[in-house]
């Protein structure tokens, strides 16, 4: 069994959100860099968990990125993946990227691939759908519990209002949310052997970048909050009836 | 030449959701000079020409067994074929549970410029560039698509349903569909329950209510004003309650009219979640709680005193005691 999880690089979840250069780029300036929460604690520590209950399962983590992702990836490496690769590219557009990580796929050959239902900056929710039709392979999107068995595996999808169970043919596309796994932090062990795992960097094959970013902006402030008297609570009903017109 | 808006269902009934993506889709439609069309796959028990005061006006019904439960690689080649027919050159999804499913796969199957999570009607002259949430609705970004058939993931409660007149013609289309690899053995719902992201009000409860058994005010608030219950990610960590009412920046993003959150302290992480909500009703008995920063409105005050006499308050307005 191999499984290739999918890593984004994305800003700390308390970072603080600012543009540059007229409102066009991301500034990076003293933000801490992480793992996508969905990809570290649902994705990874889930196909962790099935290499520690079936010790032939060989985990290969990807992510297309400059060299600064390079933090993210050992870091990802001394949770449990057995090797990394990144695609030696930078881009915001889904369908590059996923053309990217295609690409990788093929040549492994793997059973399944896993990404997180979504990464915390662009929000787009798109890589593993594109990925699972550039593979021609079944999806699964926001699955939150993942059982493998034999060829198939048993998958929990959230869905508007509850939750529906699954069975698929494996191979398979998954994106991961909650519910799948536990977040764990590295060891120290983990932390050495990452060291010296191997960290393979490829270059990016040709692929179209089908939307462009041309500008940020933040919304507007709120105009600051209106306080109720605990004593008077009838008052609170009446401004978000008659001045929010929200009941 | 159309726009083509993909219709969701549930049950056999049209999602909230959709309509909302159906009037989206008929106002860019009117931006572009074409009609709006839309399409549905399996069993739908609603009346779709009623569809028509979406502004709608040509439904294409694909029926058959192996649609009825989600399989989004074979959802995704029947939509490929209506599109086709259809001319569509914008495809609109409601960017929810079935739409992040299906809406990728067509991107890259018609490679097509896809953005998720649209939040207003795109500029289309010049260009195309599609407004949409980012950093967790900490901010937008303006995106430009550069195909010539375009896809775009609504968000739930971003745009406004406008119902008018009109009926839409319901044709039943003959689309090649394969079978299934996906198997859908049990479906769980909470019925008779707001589904948490399509509900107008969530009423969502911390840590401040001490324990699982204190929830019953909670319930009888929401209950009240016909409201979906939530709760902030420790509850949830302590099976307090169940993981699918966790809304915040790891569980649930939620944008409902009227967000009312109770002994909820507001981290960073919990307002990635809920700040797309309209309004935003804080009940903390903490004045330092950073989540006033972000509320409309808020009282400073004991959840356990003042959340029953808010439902009362509540009932009174509603003529119900």
Not at chain 1, 205 to 215: H, M, N, P
Not at chain 2, 183 to 191: E, F, I, M, Q, Y
Request: glycine content about 8%.
């Amino acid at each position: 069994m191999k499984i290739l999880v999918c890593i984004s690089k994305t800003p700390d979840t308390t970072a603080k959100i600012a543009f540059t250069d007229n409102n066009t780029k991301f500034d990076g300036n003293g933000v801490q860099w992480i793992i996508n929460p969905y990809d570290e604690w649902y994705s990874l520590v889930r196909a962790i968990e099935l290499k520690e209950a079936d010790a032939s399962v060989v985990i290969h983590l990807v992510t297309v990125g400059a060299a600064d992702a390079d933090p993210i990836i050992r870091k990802a490496l001394a949770l449990g993946g057995d090797e990394a690769i990144r695609v030696n590219a930078d881009s915001h557009d889904s369908y590059y990227v996923a053309s990217q990580i295609a690409e990788v796929a093929k040549q492994g050959s793997y059973d399944l691939v896993f990404t997180g239902k979504e990464t915390i900056d662009y929000n787009g929710s798109s890589i593993g759908g594109m990925l699972a039709e550039l593979l021609d392979l079944p999806y699964i999107a926001l699955a939150s519990k993942f059982e493998l068995a034999g060829t198939k595996a048993i998958v929990t999808r959230e869905i508007e209002g509850g939750e529906e169970t699954c069975e698929v043919a494996l191979p398979a596309v998954i994106s991961c949310q909650k519910g799948m796994a536990e977040a764990r932090i590295p060891n120290m062990r983990g932390i050495m052997a990452a060291r010296t795992k191997p960290l393979k960097v490829v270059e990016p094959v040709s692929a179209d970048s089908l939307t462009g970013i041309q500008s940020f902006s933040l919304p507007p402030a709120k105009a600051g909050v209106k306080l109720v008297d605990p004593e008077n609570v009838s008052e609170l009903v009446r401004l978000l009836h008659e001045e929010a017109k929200a009941i | 030449m159309s726009v083509l808006v993909y219709i969701d269902t549930a049950d056999g009934h049209v999602k909230k959701a959709s309509l909302e993506a159906m009037t989206y889709g008929s106002k860019i439609a009117e931006q572009i000079g074409t009609s709006a069309e839309a399409v549905v796959l399996g069993p739908v028990n609603d009346d779709l020409t009623s569809l028509g005061k979406y502004g709608i006006k040509k439904i294409y019904n694909v029926a058959n067994d192996s649609l009825n439960h989600l399989d989004a690689q074979v959802y995704t080649k029947v939509v490929a074929q209506v599109a086709d027919a259809a001319g569509a050159k914008v495809i609109v999804f409601s960017n929810n549970t079935n739409g992040k499913a299906i809406a990728p796969r067509l991107s890259a199957r018609l490679k097509a410029g896809f953005v998720s999570g649209a939040v207003a009607l795109p500029e289309t002259s010049p260009g195309f560039t599609v407004k949409k949430s980012v950093f967790s609705a900490k901010a937008f970004a303006n995106v430009s698509v550069n195909t010539d058939i375009k896809i775009i993931a609504l968000n739930p409660n971003a745009y406004q349903t406008i119902a008018t007149d009109g009926t839409a013609e319901v044709i039943s289309f003959n689309a090649n569909v394969d079978p299934p690899k996906v198997k859908v053995t049990n479906v769980t719902k909470a019925s008779g329950e707001v589904p948490l992201t399509e509900a107008e009000i969530v009423v969502s409860a911390g840590r401040g209510m001490k324990g699982p058994e204190n929830w019953g005010m909670v319930e009888e608030l929401a209950k009240t004003l016909h409201a979906a219950t939530a709760c902030s990610r420790p509850v949830a960590d302590a099976h307090w309650r169940p993981h699918n009412e966790h809304v915040g920046q790891t569980g649930i993003a939620i944008a409902p009219n009227l967000y009312i959150a109770i002994g909820i302290s507001g981290a960073i992480q919990h307002l990635a979640g809920v700040n797309r909500s309209k309004v935003i009703v804080v009940i903390n008995k903490d004045p330092e709680a950073p989540f006033f920063k972000a509320a409309d409105y808020g009282i400073v005050g004991d959840a356990f005193e003042v959340v029953p006499k808010f439902t009362e308050a509540i009932k009174k307005l509603k003529g119900v005691s």
